[in-house]
């Protein structure tokens, strides 16, 4: 089995920063990708944040771009989301995504972690 532990949320004024983190352990030979991902609260979709390959390539969702950032520690399994300038709009829970292969095949395994509170307000 494989587990996504997210840390790092919190409650923080509007222009603070906060670092997410997403630590990934068990069954794992290679992982293809991890993200984060935000769902706000009063029924909203789950939304893409950001992604990073396992060849550094990475995406930002454009209502983020220039203010977060994700990267990872491919030694650790664990990915970050160093978020500035956060706006009350960022407030949301924050979930880790993993694409994980648990062997030589290529088959693929999507994983998620438990979410995060962030909330950004005075």
């Known amino acids: 089995q494989v587990q996504l532990v997210e840390s790092g949320g919190g409650l923080v004024q509007p222009g603070g920063s906060l670092r997410l983190s997403c630590a990934a352990s068990?069954?794992?030979?290679?992982?293809?990708?991890m993200g984060w991902y935000r769902q706000a609260p009063a029924g909203k979709e789950r939304e893409l944040v950001a992604?990073?390959?396992?060849?550094?390539?990475?995406n930002h969702a454009d209502s983020v771009k220039g203010r977060f950032t994700i990267s990872r520690d491919t030694a650790k399994n664990t990915v970050y989301l160093q978020m500035n300038s956060l706006k009350p709009e960022d407030t949301a829970v924050y979930y880790c995504?993993?694409?994980?292969?648990?062997?030589?095949?290529?088959?693929?395994?999507?994983?998620w972690g438990q979410g995060t509170q962030v909330t950004v307000s005075s």
């Open positions: 995504n993993a694409i994980i292969r648990k062997d030589r095949s290529n088959r693929e395994y999507q994983y």
């Open positions: 068990g069954s794992i030979f290679s992982i293809n990708a």
């Open positions: 992604t990073i390959t396992s060849g550094d390539s990475t």
